[in-house]
């Protein structure tokens, strides 16, 4: 059984930093990407970013490019999202998924995401 926790949510001012975390466990699997999605109040679930397993390619949301980093360390079985200069519009509850069907365009997409963990805050104010 898949499980995904995410840790390290947390106010932070706008131009500071925080780092995410999202522990799994329970992979079988070596094909697969790891997305973090955030949803604001109101708002539907939006991609952040994501990461293959295979070969650690990624993709960002254009609203975070060159702001956030998404990484993985394979021994701990965790990636983390580093959010650099954050901005109040990134202020949302963050998730991390597992998208089974290994690397494409499609893992942008919530829908297809069949494990998720259950969001951290990240509030980004002064």
């Known amino acids: 059984q898949v499980q995904l926790v995410e840790s390290g949510g947390g106010l932070v001012q706008p131009g500071g930093s925080l780092r995410l975390s999202c522990a799994a466990s329970?992979?079988?699997?070596?094909?697969?990407?790891i997305g973090w999605f955030r949803q604001a109040p109101g708002k539907e679930r939006e991609v952040v970013a994501c990461?293959?397993?295979?070969?650690?390619?990624?993709l960002y949301a254009d609203s975070v490019k060159g702001r956030f980093t998404i990484s993985r360390d394979n021994a701990k079985n965790t990636v983390y999202l580093q959010m650099y200069t954050p901005e109040p519009e990134d202020t949302a509850v963050y998730y991390c998924?597992?998208?089974?069907?290994?690397?494409?365009?499609?893992?942008?997409?919530?829908?297809?995401?069949?494990?998720w963990g259950e969001g951290t805050q990240v509030p980004v104010s002064s």
């Open positions: 998924g597992m998208h089974p069907r290994g690397w494409g365009r499609w893992v942008q997409i919530a829908h297809g995401y069949d494990h």
């Open positions: 329970g992979l079988s699997s070596r094909d697969y990407a």
């Open positions: 990461i293959n397993s295979r070969d650690g390619s990624t």
